[in-house]
Each structure stands twice: as C-alpha cells, then as structure tokens.
C-alpha cells in the first residue's frame, strides 16, 4: 500500500506532537560526543558552549573515558 498526502500529513502531525511533548519534558538537553582519543571532543564542546567546560590540551589526550558535565 502506498500512503498519499493525507496519510503522510497525518503521521507528520503525529509525529511532531510526540516530539513536542518530549522535548517539553526534558530539563535541559543532553549531548554526547563520540570519536577517537584526540579528536577535539572536549575543544568542540568548548567550542560549541561558548565556555571552558572541558578541559583540553595538545599532544596526548587529555580526557579519558565517559565524563558527564552539568
């Protein structure tokens, strides 16, 4: 079966109402940043929040493993 405009529309509509209340239900977003060690996560989340939240260097990775920040 092949959906027309009206099935799309629908599902569209569906869609973002569920998407709407999840966001509305979220304190505050939550990101994670995933790559090689050394890549720059930590400079792009910097970067990104326009603030020193992580802390980075050059040469040897600076942060290792899983770290949350609030």
Same mark, same amino acid.
């Given at each position: 079966?092949?959906?027309?405009? =009206?099935?799309?529309? @629908? &599902?569209? *509509?569906? $869609?973002n =109402?569920?998407?709407? @209340? &999840?966001? *509305?239900? $979220? ?19 910097n970067?990104?929040l326009?603030r020193?939240?992580?802390r ?15």
């Amino acid at each position: 079966m092949i959906a027309d405009s =009206e099935d799309t529309g @629908k &599902f569209a *509509n569906s $869609l973002n =109402e569920h998407l709407e @209340k &999840f966001l *509305n239900g $979220l304190d505050r977003p939550r990101i994670l940043l995933a790559g090689a060690a050394g890549s720059g996560k930590s400079t792009l989340a910097n970067l990104v929040l326009n603030r020193e939240v992580c802390r980075t260097g050059s040469g040897k990775p600076v942060t290792r493993g899983i770290i949350e920040y609030s």
